[in-house]
């Protein structure tokens, strides 16, 4: 077998021209399917960093029906038979493996004149009675003034800490600290501003993109301590659930199990209200699956590359075939069985569209960077893609090297002796 390697890098060097036009194929099929399989891994990661999580690990459960999230905006839209989450139920859920925090908040979006600044109405805002863990769980921080402290919530305090949205909205080129909010008539102070602790950017690049990362955030968020919730709103309003898993691979069992977990609390009476997961992780994967549907087609485009390439070895065999009959015809004079005749031609067209496949495959790896900088889209080089390319390669050397190798083997020596 060595020494049918040695032979063929021989060949192949003795007809350098030859032998690199009879690669071309296998280089450009090789180099064009590595490509298309870094850019599909890396928008495919880029697709599950960008959406899943927005690049903390978060799941949230809501309430929902019919498909679409509950809304309350008063007393009589509380449903029945869904109370509010125990700290039993709580700590069910932190117990779970794939459950690193978990937090319980109430919700009101408001698109009324109810919440003012001054004389200025604050419209398009949600509101969130949020418990203590609320922005260790969803990666915030306090970005200036303070945090929610023991004593708000003892004590039933009217504080509120805002978002940026708000600060740009409402206080344009001032300090909201120590402003005066007033939500229903109640007035409750600003103590603080939080900000998301990553530096996550999602990459948008078209509309579609822009309404699954932008539009839950596009609203502003004002928080409150949970325990002044009443105080403008109701009493025993259900809550949402947040949960942060350890892993963004355990997104989506941590939203299932979380979700079981709730929905054995709400009444066998409430038919039409039940918690849902938010399965980022099944949204992450249509994405995926639509994008890697349109390239799949590609790489069968450039796979004809290779099928060119195929034929490009199994012409330039038989010419060797023919040019070496003198040869064949010596070797078999002396002893040389079929086997061996072969062999050799065999690893001489395997080694050709293998070292074919090792160059595609750099060239690949180049056009994947080239594209990267060109275009901007993410790459990600597939270690086992490139390996199962050369092997592949190899393979294409051997089917169709093997008619021109049964050819060889088959002379008669006789005859190959008498050519010239």
Not at 16 to 25: A, V
Not at 35 to 44: A, L
Not at 344 to 359: R, Y
């Amino acid at each position: 077998m060595l020494e049918n390697i040695r032979l063929s890098f021989q060949g192949i060097w003795s007809h350098k021209m030859r032998s690199f036009l009879t690669m071309l194929g296998i280089i450009i099929g090789i180099a064009s399917i590595i490509s298309i399989v870094s850019t599909i891994k890396g928008t495919n990661e880029e697709i599950k960093n960008s959406l899943v999580g927005s690049g903390n690990n978060t799941v949230e459960i809501k309430l929902q029906q019919g498909g679409w999230d509950y809304s309350i905006m008063s007393q009589a839209d509380i449903p029945f038979g869904i109370r509010m989450v125990s700290d039993e139920t709580r700590q069910e859920i932190l117990d779970l493996e794939s459950v690193k925090n978990v937090t319980c908040y109430n919700e009101r979006m408001s698109y009324s004149d109810n919440i003012y600044y001054q004389n200025t109405v604050i419209s398009d805002v949600a509101v969130r009675g949020i418990d203590t863990s609320y922005f260790d769980t969803t990666g915030y921080v306090i970005r200036t003034g303070r945090n929610f402290i023991e004593d708000d919530y003892k004590n039933f305090r009217k504080v509120l800490i805002v978002d940026q949205s708000i600060c740009d909205s409402v206080f344009p080129g001032e300090n909201p600290i120590g402003k005066t909010i007033e939500i229903g008539k109640v007035p409750f102070l600003v103590v603080g501003v939080v900000e998301k602790s990553n530096s996550f950017t999602p990459n948008i690049k078209s509309i579609s993109d822009w309404y699954s990362y932008e539009y839950s955030d596009s609203a502003g968020y004002l928080y409150m301590p949970k325990s002044s919730w009443p105080i403008t709103y109701c009493y025993d309003e259900p809550e949402n659930v947040i949960v942060k898993a350890v892993s963004t691979d355990d997104m989506e069992k941590a939203g299932q199990k979380t979700e079981e977990i709730l929905t054995k609390t709400v009444s066998s009476d409430q038919t039409e209200v039940k918690y849902k997961a938010d399965n980022l992780i099944e949204q992450a994967r249509q994405m995926q699956e639509l994008s890697s549907a349109t390239n799949n087609q590609l790489i069968w485009i450039a796979s004809i590359s290779l099928l060119v390439g195929g034929i490009g070895v199994m012409n330039i065999m038989l010419v060797s075939v023919t040019e070496r009959t003198s040869e064949i015809g010596l070797k078999k004079a002396i002893g040389a069985r079929k086997g061996a005749i072969l062999g050799q031609f065999l690893t001489e067209a395997a080694v050709l569209t293998s070292l074919g496949g090792m160059i595609g495959v750099a060239a690949g790896i180049g056009m994947a960077q080239v594209i990267n900088r060109i275009s901007k889209v993410a790459v990600s080089i597939s270690v086992p893609a490139s390996v199962i390319a050369v092997l592949f390669s190899m393979l294409i050397g051997i089917i169709f090297g093997l008619l021109p190798s049964i050819k060889a083997a088959n002379l008669d020596p006789i005859e190959a002796l008498r050519r010239e």
